[in-house]
């Protein structure tokens, strides 16, 4: 897995010629209390813990493994989730062009944070994709490293299972991402004795965090802003 055959965990080419700083604590910065409370409305309204209650069953994928595109962006509603929601002051957004998604914005240290990320509205019913091996994403990042996050139950707080994965300044690149290789985790923290179900995906989400697993920095993270745009997300079989 990784970008165009590259193992995740291998720096993209871009890094060496850009710098790359060690994460440092910003200064402390007044919490957005109602925009946190915004996302939490956006993510549990009581529409969608309503659309949630008794699906019981997934849904097939589309044939041709399609999970989202800007062509198609009603395959999925996406909205930010950033550390604000733990008291941090990154901020982010997730708009679709005629061409792409764009996740961007701004990542910051400050207030014990340092993520940002979008999600996506759970899907109701959940994705059946047992016919395929992981998924694929068309994106044109910044040299950030990144991580593609998918969730098997409608937990909020339950496994999130991650794939990190580097990107090359303003290059386009194909990133293969097997569900063999992602890794369970609760807070960046690896878990173990569990698998991931296929024939429940609920959401996907992507992160760009100062932590790999386990307390391990992210070798590329730097404050600052930041940009990655999708083309789409793909199942291959």
């Known amino acids: 897995g990784g970008v165009d055959g590259l193992a995740p965990s291998r720096p993209a080419k871009s890094y060496f010629a850009r710098s790359v700083a060690t994460p440092q604590m910003q200064m402390p910065q007044p919490w957005d209390a109602p925009r946190a409370l915004r996302t939490a409305l956006f993510f549990n309204s009581p529409a969608q813990v309503l659309s949630r209650m008794g699906l019981g069953l997934s849904k097939p994928t589309r044939p041709d493994g399609l999970v989202w595109s800007a062509e198609r962006p009603d395959l999925a509603t996406w909205g930010p989730l950033d550390d604000v929601v733990m008291g941090g002051a990154s901020t982010s957004s997730f708009t679709v062009s005629a061409s792409c998604g764009i996740f961007s914005g701004t990542v910051t240290t400050a207030n014990n944070g340092g993520f940002a990320g979008c999600r996506t509205l759970p ?53 293969d991402a097997p569900f063999t290789e992602f890794v369970p985790t609760r807070f960046a923290r690896k878990i173990k004795g569990v698998n991931l179900k296929r024939d429940s995906v609920t959401t996907l989400q992507l992160t760009l965090s100062k932590f790999e697993y386990d307390g391990a920095l992210n070798p590329a993270f730097r404050t600052g802003a930041f940009r990655l745009e999708i083309e789409e ?3 291959f079989a």
């Open 233 to 235: 997300v793909r199942a």
């Open 123 to 175: 899907f109701a019913p959940a994705l059946r994709l047992t016919s395929f091996r992981g998924l694929c994403l068309r994106v044109r990042g910044d040299g950030n490293r990144y991580k593609l996050i998918v969730r098997d139950d409608y937990e909020w707080n339950g496994v999130a299972w991650a794939f990190s994965f580097d990107t090359r300044d303003a290059e386009w690149v194909s990133v």
